[in-house]
């Protein structure tokens, strides 16, 4: 059960056409370009990959592109669900299909207290013997917050090797930083306080920013976790324009029209999302140039 989390790993962005089938050539394109730009983990399905609006078929598609792909990196697979026997039936799946751990969401909408919490991660461990998870904590989307005491509960789950923390509050992230117990990890969810949450004791990020430049972030993680605060902040401010860009509406409304730019899929999202508006577009263009040399990157 041992999973290597340290470093970048990308949440990816899933590809549809102009019909709204996902795009699996323009899937396979992103992860090698991922792949090529020194990411350490894909993560498919996640939020980013507009997951909740997938079928069966299409994830189990996705998982096996995503695996061929990847040239032997850990695939994490995003198996959250607000219903416990759905999001343990993923989970089953994902372990099937050869995944090397999964991302599961808190449950949103439901509101479950810690007792419940507790035991929809106990549901899943039980549903997939073995497999690495990765509790996500996203207030934000899920309406809960999952707070250092209770995380301190979910540890107990030998299964449970990770926390994603997307809350935004720093001193919660340097709490459970604080608190860690041996053979946990604890990665970032944002990219804008990667810098600040590896200084207090996270050892990675989870990206959506990586999607785009992936070489360019996985130096600054990489500067970051061997103390080169100097080179880490300089490929940070280079980097914020494009961070702030692609949170300008939900993600990934803007990260599809950067990917549509970059030639890595069409910027087509299914309801109840929509393109990015022609501000946020623009806005989009205009921090690719900013946050590389000044020219247009595009991928081949």
């Excluded at 929809?120 to 917050?145: D, F, M």
């Excluded at 949450?197 to 990586?210: D, F, H, M, N, P």
Aim: net charge neutral.
């Amino acid at each position: 059960m041992t999973l290597d989390l340290t470093g970048l790993a990308v949440a990816l962005a899933t590809p549809f056409t102009a019909a709204g089938e996902v795009d699996l050539p323009a899937f396979r394109k992103l992860v090698r370009h991922l792949v090529g730009g020194g990411v350490d983990t894909l993560i498919p399905l996640g939020t980013t990959g507009e997951a909740s609006t997938l079928l069966d078929a299409e994830r189990d598609a996705l998982i096996g592109a995503c695996l061929e792909e990847s040239k032997g990196r850990p695939v994490v697979v995003g198996t959250g669900s607000n219903a416990t026997r759905q999001a343990a039936a993923f989970t089953r799946r994902a372990q099937e299909l050869g995944a090397a751990g999964a991302l599961v969401v808190t449950p949103y909408y439901n509101k479950p207290n810690a007792d419940g919490l507790v035991a929809h991660y106990a549901a899943i461990a039980e549903a997939a013997p073995g497999l690495p998870l990765i509790a996500y904590n996203v207030p934000g989307r899920t309406g809960l917050n999952v707070t250092p005491p209770v995380l301190m509960r979910l540890w107990e789950n030998p299964q449970v090797v990770a926390v994603k923390e997307s809350s935004g509050n720093l001193a919660q992230i340097a709490e459970i930083a604080r608190s860690l117990p041996p053979g946990k990890t604890l990665l970032c969810g944002d990219d804008n306080l990667a810098l600040a949450a590896i200084a207090v004791g996270a050892t990675g990020l989870v990206s959506v920013l990586g999607n785009v430049l992936p070489r360019e972030t996985a130096g600054m993680v990489a500067a970051a976790r061997r103390g080169n605060t100097l080179e880490a902040l300089q490929l940070h401010q280079q980097l914020m324009p494009l961070m702030d860009a692609l949170f300008l509406e939900s993600n990934p409304i803007p990260l599809k029209a950067a990917l549509k730019l970059l030639g890595l899929g069409e910027e087509i999202l299914r309801l109840p999302l929509m393109p990015a508006s022609a501000a946020t577009r623009t806005r989009v263009a205009e921090a690719l140039c900013l946050s590389t040399d000044g020219t247009f990157p595009g991928v081949m």
